[in-house]
């Protein structure tokens, strides 16, 4: 997952106007994606919405650090900061189920070396989060664990398919171009009337 935005225009987040926001932690159980066939609630996309937040508030901290909320609310190549980590959250959460979703059905398993290792990350980004931030997002460190062991799943099988179709693996990022073609084999609905309304860069941060 990354989010690199070179160039830019400020403007604040009242330019598009003011839209209604959630408390993230209240609306944990309703459901926020369909892909293919399957529900999945907003705590399924919680470790998602808030690794996003800390990989643009080290940019944001970098830009301006008296004042991240302004890298926050900047507007780049046609969008806010702001909406883009949304989406991104959203794209990379689609890309891992996809490729978890694969990984079950061929029956692959990650040994015991990869398990330790996605556990440790988990422990790292949840000491990481602190307290607060902790509290906010809603989900157990347990639950952020199993998101961590499915990422690991759905890179390792990425690194599989992608050997398979005889294609680098990064074609099979969420940014990829190989990955849009298999993204087009399934079907998916974002339900945007809860999703556009977190609101990121509050959801774990004060700003």
Same mark, same amino acid.
């Given at each position: =997952?990354?989010?690199? @935005?070179?160039?830019?225009?400020?403007?604040?987040?009242?330019?598009?106007?003011?839209?209604?926001?959630?408390? $993230?932690?209240?609306?944990?159980?309703?459901? &926020?994606? +369909?892909?293919?066939?399957? +529900?999945?609630?907003?705590?399924?996309?919680?470790?998602? &919405? %808030?690794?996003? +937040? !800390?990989? *643009?508030?080290?940019?944001?901290?970098?830009?301006?650090?008296?004042?991240?909320?302004?890298?926050?609310?900047?507007?780049?190549?046609?969008?806010? *900061?702001?909406?883009?980590?949304?989406?991104?959250? =959203?794209?990379?959460?689609?890309?891992?189920?996809? @490729?978890?979703?694969?990984?079950?059905?061929?029956?692959?398993?990650?040994?015991?070396?990869?398990?330790?290792?996605?556990?440790?990350?988990?422990?790292? $980004?949840? =000491?990481?989060?602190?307290?607060? #931030?902790?509290?906010?997002?809603?989900? /157990?460190?347990?639950?952020? /664990?199993?998101?961590?062991?499915?990422?690991?799943? %759905? !890179?390792?099988?990425? !690194?599989?398919?992608? #050997?398979?179709?005889?294609?680098?693996?990064?074609?099979?990022? #969420?940014?990829?171009? %190989?990955?849009?073609?298999?993204?087009?084999?399934?079907?998916?609905?974002?339900?945007?009337?809860?999703?556009?309304? &977190?609101?990121?860069?509050? &959801?774990?941060?004060?700003?």
């Amino acid at each position: =997952m990354a989010a690199l @935005f070179l160039g830019a225009c400020v403007c604040t987040a009242g330019c598009g106007g003011r839209q209604r926001t959630i408390t $993230f932690n209240e609306h944990l159980d309703e459901i &926020v994606l +369909e892909l293919d066939g399957q +529900e999945y609630p907003l705590r399924e996309l919680a470790f998602y &919405v %808030a690794y996003e +937040e !800390q990989l *643009i508030q080290e940019q944001a901290l970098a830009y301006d650090a008296s004042n991240p909320g302004a890298y926050w609310n900047t507007h780049i190549n046609g969008h806010f *900061i702001r909406i883009k980590a949304r989406e991104e959250a =959203m794209d990379q959460a689609i890309h891992d189920l996809i @490729f978890y979703g694969l990984a079950q059905e061929l029956g692959m398993e990650l040994d015991q070396e990869e398990i330790d290792y996605a556990t440790g990350r988990s422990e790292d $980004f949840w =000491m990481n989060l602190g307290e607060q #931030a902790q509290n906010r997002l809603g989900i /157990t460190k347990e639950e952020l /664990t199993e998101d961590l062991l499915r990422m690991a799943l %759905a !890179q390792k099988y990425q !690194q599989l398919y992608a #050997a398979m179709n005889n294609v680098p693996e990064e074609d099979y990022d #969420a940014s990829g171009a %190989a990955y849009e073609t298999l993204l087009g084999e399934h079907t998916y609905k974002i339900r945007d009337r809860l999703w556009e309304e &977190v609101s990121m860069g509050h &959801v774990t941060l004060d700003q």
